[in-house]
């Protein structure tokens, strides 16, 4: 991948056809994820990550802060989601996005992470893989967990360049 850059008011990123295919497959996972009936898909760790409650001390409270909240981050999750997929060039290529479209990257690529993060365990002491590319003892997890990093540095790279953007508006 090559990190996206502020070019006037874009942001312009390269990636290579894996890796769109890899964002592609995440955003349908998340896209299931998302659109499950919530009364099926209780218990999960990843909707309690992405979808958490407004009290942990009191589960009524929890209950009615759910009721009023939950449609409504679903919708906006779904709306990130689809802007994300219009952005995204499938085979791989170059990513352009105003600032409204990368801010939808930046929650997007965010709830990518806490999904592929809880589902693997990832804490604070996670070290990244060492994974040698010839493919050879990468077991799936640590496949995983470089996806999970990966998208660490395209978050990263996306922060970057929206602060390039406001500090040459100053």
Known sequence: MKPFRRRGDELVARLVDAEAGIVGLL????????????DD??????????????????????ADYRDLTEAGLRSGKADDLAMVRATLPPEGGEVRLDDDQARAWLR???????????????TAETEPP??????????EEDSQLAVYYWLTAVQGSLVDA???GRAGRR
């Not at 955003?27 to 919530?38: F, G, M, N, Y």
């Not at 992470?113 to 990832?122: H, N, Q």
């Open 130 to 139: 060492e994974i040698d590319g010839s493919g050879d003892g990468a077991d």
């Open 27 to 38: 955003l349908d996972q998340l896209e299931q994820l998302l659109a499950a009936d919530p």
């Open 162 to 164: 929206l602060a390039a």
């Open 108 to 122: 997007t690529t965010n709830d990518l992470r806490l999904a592929l993060g809880t589902r693997l365990g990832v």
């Open 41 to 62: 898909s209780g218990g999960d760790p990843v909707l309690e990550r992405l979808l958490p409650p407004g009290n942990t001390t009191d589960p009524e409270i929890a």
